[in-house]
C-alpha cells in the first residue's frame, strides 16, 4: 500500500479510536466504574515536571488526542507488521502495553502508585485503552479490505 493510503488510513483508524475512547471515557466509564477518564491530568502533570511548565488542560486534552490518533494508530500498526498477528489482535495486544505504559510508568513519574493501586480508574483505563486499540485494528482491518477490492 503506498504510503499516502497508509498514512490516511492510520489517521482514520486513530480518529474512530479515540472517538471511540472519549465516549467511553466520558459517558460509560462513569456508569460502569463510577469514574471519568481524565487523561489529560497525566499529560499536564508530565509537562509541569519535565518541562517545568503548567500546561492548560484544553492543552493537556489534545496533546492525548492527538498521541491517540497518530501515536496509538501507528503503534498498533506496528505491532501487526511485526508479529503478523490479526489488525484486531495486535490492536488489543497494543492496547495492554499503552495501557501498561500509561498507568504503570507514566503515573508513576507524577507520584502516582504503581498502576494507582488497580483501582476503578486503572481497570477502567484497562478498558479504554485495550477497546481503542482494538477499534483502531478493525477500522485498520476493514479499509485495507475495502481498498483491496
Known amino acids: ?20 475512547f472519549e465516549l467511553y471515557a466520558w459517558l460509560l466509564s462513569p456508569i460502569l466504574f463510577g469514574v471519568a477518564l481524565a487523561p489529560a491530568n497525566l499529560v499536564v502533570a ?3 515536571i519535565f518541562l517545568g511548565i503548567t500546561l492548560p ?25 511485526l508479529t503478523r498477528l490479526g489488525p484486531v489482535l ?8 499503552l495501557w501498561f505504559i500509561a498507568q504503570g510508568f507514566l503515573a508513576t513519574l507524577v ?6 493501586g488497580f483501582g476503578a480508574y486503572t481497570q477502567s483505563s484497562f478498558i479504554g485503552h485495550v ?16 481498498r483491496a477490492v
Open 1 to 20: 500500500m503506498p504510503l499516502t493510503q497508509t498514512l490516511r488510513t492510520l489517521a482514520l483508524a486513530g480518529l474512530a479510536g479515540e472517538i471511540a
Open 46 to 48: 508530565l509537562g509541569k
Open 57 to 81: 488542560y484544553w492543552l493537556g486534552f489534545a496533546l492525548h488526542i492527538a498521541v491517540g490518533i497518530f501515536g496509538f494508530s501507528v503503534f498498533v500498526w506496528l505491532v501487526h507488521r
Open 90 to 97: 495486535s490492536g488489543a495486544l497494543s492496547g495492554f502495553a
Open 111 to 116: 507520584g502516582r502508585s504503581f498502576m494507582m
Open 131 to 146: 477497546g481503542m486499540a482494538m477499534v483502531i485494528g478493525y477500522v485498520i482491518a476493514t479499509l485495507q479490505r475495502r
